[in-house]
């Protein structure tokens, strides 16, 4: 991207900055939101939170749910993995959410509906109420008080978040991540468009961002 | 196991000991294949290389050809991302074989009609043949020169391999690894019997096995 394109909005902005896409239904992508300003913040690089709905692009590949949900070995391992890696990390101890997956549509359009630089505390709150507390996040009652958290006002964010605007936002989120060939969450974008899928990439995207990771 | 069954051969002894189960067509199994035996020796850890086929455990899942090949945006991400971790871990630059995916099949038998001392020489060769020099490892010719290298007749090695023995160890430790529910390589298998898929559980695993990672 030239200077002389600089007056538009873009997400190749000269600043370090990672896109962190991620589904509020995710498993992998809560270990990510627990952790990733920490790990952001160490390398002086800004985090953009960009939640969206893998529903759509699950059915686009002839998936009706999570693969979790599809492989039941696949599905049994992965809570293991779960409970394991939130050990290694230091988080509270895992609950698998019922149901599962769980419907993050509520959750997501929440997050779009409120100031951008809450969207952090509101993604961690949401994923710890998930998987730690095992509380069902497309009831209303459990985002409200993880906004009363943020010092929001619930009701209204939550009237908000049903208006036509923010469910636009979340359908053209979604397709940017269809465009950019997402398939799978948690997923890190970078300034320069390289593409890490999964937990396990967080630390290589930052660094990739930084210029610390070496180029093929 | 108690004590007094120890006269069995059996993967669960009380030497610090983590199962590498991997299919020589797997694309990842390649990146744990180059480096187990570093980072296991770091740990006092022995390695059992157990070659399987994933191709009957796909079939049960209803796939019937590699994941990778099914969806393309996730095929594509994961060469790339194959190509970042190369460069990351100082192996030579990934090639992506064609076909893809391979077929593996005489690769397997080969490693099972050999000396299990040799297994993770020949596992490095073939995975290193496969993808740093692009060559087709159901091809005699391309596993020939890694035979030699390991100081094996080749030619008696290959006719080996088409015994009714290996054909049947084979089928049985592709079994085994359905008991285990083992659904994708490589997969790390501990004493206890902790089950870890993927490259990136690599150091988990070894970690798990000299009691070095938290149990949740």
Redesign the interface.
């Known amino acids: 991207m030239s200077a002389s394109q600089s007056a538009a909005p873009s997400p190749a902005s000269p600043a370090p900055a990672v896109e962190f896409w991620f589904d509020f239904a995710s498993t992998y992508s809560h270990l990510s939101a627990q952790r990733i300003e920490t790990e952001a913040r160490a390398r002086d690089v800004e985090i953009v939170w960009r939640p969206f709905l893998l529903g759509p692009i699950f059915v686009a590949?002839g998936w009706k749910t999570s693969p979790f949900a599809i492989?039941p070995?696949?599905g049994?391992?992965m809570l293991?993995?779960m409970?394991?890696l939130?050990?290694?990390h230091g988080l509270p101890?895992?609950i698998a959410p019922e149901p599962f997956p769980q419907n993050s549509l509520l959750a997501a359009r929440t997050a779009l509906a409120i100031d951008p630089a809450l969207i952090s505390g509101f993604g961690r709150g949401v994923y710890m109420a998930q998987f730690a507390e095992g509380r069902d996040i497309s009831r209303p009652e459990t985002l409200t008080p993880i906004l009363d958290a943020l010092g929001l006002d619930a009701e209204a964010t939550l009237e908000a978040a049903r208006a036509d605007g923010v469910k636009t936002a979340l359908r053209d989120q979604t397709e940017r991540a269809m465009d950019l060939?997402?398939?799978?969450a948690p997923t890190f974008v970078t300034s320069d468009r390289?593409?890490?899928?999964?937990n396990?990439?967080l630390e290589?995207a930052l660094d990739?961002e930084i210029g610390a990771?070496?180029?093929?």
Request: proline share 9%; glycine share 6%; hydrophobic share 35%.
């Open positions: 590949q492989y070995n696949k049994a391992n293991r993995d409970q394991r939130a050990a290694l101890p895992l060939r997402i398939y799978g390289e593409l890490f899928w999964g396990d990439r290589h990739w990771a070496p180029r093929p």
